[in-house]
Structures are given as C-alpha cells and as structure tokens.
C-alpha cells in the first residue's frame, strides 16, 4: 500500500516537472521563431489581440499536455 502512494506520488511529480518544462519550452521557440518580440508586443505596444491569442495557446497548451501526461 505504501509502495503504490510513493509511485503514485513520484509519478506525479515527475510528470507534473515534465509539463511545466514542455510548456516553458513551448513558449520559449514561440519566442525564438517569430520575428518580433511576443513580450514587447504585449507589454510595451500593449496588443490586446496577440494577448488574448497568446492566452488562448497558452490554454490550448496546457489542455493538450495534460491529456498526454493523464
């Protein structure tokens, strides 16, 4: 019984640290791969479209890896 908490737990963690780095990842080649800078965009030219499509990957992203991992 306690074998399978500590499994349980461990392969939450690890696949918890596995989505937030995917994730992270993601965000970071969308910055890499567009020709403008998506955070000047944002903050400093206040572009409420790119926000609100950067939101909506971001959900996109996150709905996605968590139906992997589960």
Known sequence: ???LKL?????TLIYGVLGI???F?????MEKFTPFSIEKKITEENNVALGIVMGSIILALG??????ID
């Not at 499994?7 to 392969?11: A, E, G, Q």
Request: no cysteine; aromatic share 14%.
């Open 1 to 3: 019984m306690d074998d």
């Open 7 to 11: 499994n349980t737990i461990l392969s």
């Open 21 to 23: 780095i995917l994730f």
């Open 25 to 29: 990842l993601t965000l970071w080649l």
């Open 63 to 68: 709905m996605i890896y968590a139906a992997v």
